[in-house]
């Protein structure tokens, strides 16, 4: 099976680069040949290269900027490959790279994954546009894929709702994780270390593109209501600008909070495992996610996890009680936030149920499998 990604793949994208690199390791041992086309702007570092994988970079034209991803030397790749593939996997919608497929003629069967985009939060950023995109095309490019990939429940709704009908071939595949990279983890302490917080400090981490739908609106201000009874608390901000690192900045200014918020850019690696073993919670109070991998790698670590309903497993954290929800409200963040910090007990009784419940639903292996047999049932 030859299967192309079509798809922005670089370290700034987050969390859908690394689902395409965990799914690749797979089915190249499964025995596919998978190629990754992906768009690049100037300055933006392309993600980790699966071994036996073939990369394809296009420079994004300055179109871009109003057409997400626009390339013509994308199209012209892939005009001249696309009757090399069985499977062109397209993530996500309202991207140029998505659209190709559609305007030539090939073989390949098309795969779409809905990767949260079609909430009716995420729908209504740049709403008008959307729907007119949706209106002229969209809508039916995506209703004409031979298999669509939702991660829940609320992702097969969302679709249903969009589409205005059931799709007829639509599969239920959650996100994973290579588990094994979570075998050998960090001492404690070496984080705290290295940004000079206390031992015994309360220490919250965000971990996450610095995007407005990541709920740092609520965060920010729960905190800062936090400090009021724990002075000596901590709350570190670390992932890349995605257009929401001047409200932080902002906030931090105006209240003055820059000793207790700590802002690392981003942190990949070991370095980004010494951050999640150090936190007491890992906070995410998101208003839309598709599966969250980061929080589910601060589950797997062992961390305590506050976040909403919206974060892609919602109703699963609440059925096996891994986590501590929270709604889109300032004082209920803040009340998680306080049932988490002054309950220590409690604290670690849900990481360790976290901790269960990720490594029972976020094998990788089982995951990707699942989805190359859902290809070849296609082919």
Sequence with gaps: MKILNLCGYSWEIGGPAKVIYDHTNVQI???????ILTPLSEGERLYIIPEGAKVVTTKRHWLARFIPEFSPELYRYYRQHAHEYDIVHIHGPFH?????????RSKAKKVFTVHGTLDRWAMQKSGWKKQLISALFQ???????DLIQVHNPDEEEDLKRYLGHTH????????????SDYDQLPAKGIFRKKFGIAEQAPLIL??????VKKGLNLLLPAFQNLLKTYPEARLCITGPDD???????????????????????????????????????????????SFSLAALEAMVCGTAVLTTDR????????????????????????????????DPVYRLQLAAKGQTFARDVADIKKVATRLYRAFESIL
């Design 29 to 35: 041992q499964l025995g596919a040949e998978v190629t």
């Design 96 to 104: 140029f790279a998505g659209w190709v497929p559609f305007w030539v």
């Design 139 to 145: 809508r039916k490019y995506v209703a004409q894929c």
């Design 168 to 179: 007829p071939h639509v599969v239920m595949i959650n996100n994973g994780m290579l588990l």
């Design 206 to 211: 965000f971990l996450s593109r610095i995007n």
């Design 243 to 289: 257009g929401y690192l001047s409200y932080v900045t902002d906030f931090i200014q105006k209240h003055q909070l820059s000793q207790q918020i700590i802002l690392t850019g981003m942190l990949t690696g070991t370095d980004k495992l010494e951050a999640i073993v150090d936190a007491d919670v890992f906070a995410l109070p998101t208003y839309s996610e």
């Design 311 to 342: 974060i892609g497993f919602g109703h699963l954290l609440k059925q096996n009680h891994a986590a501590e929800l929270v709604t889109h409200d300032v004082s209920d963040v803040e009340r998680g936030l306080r049932r988490l910090i002054d």
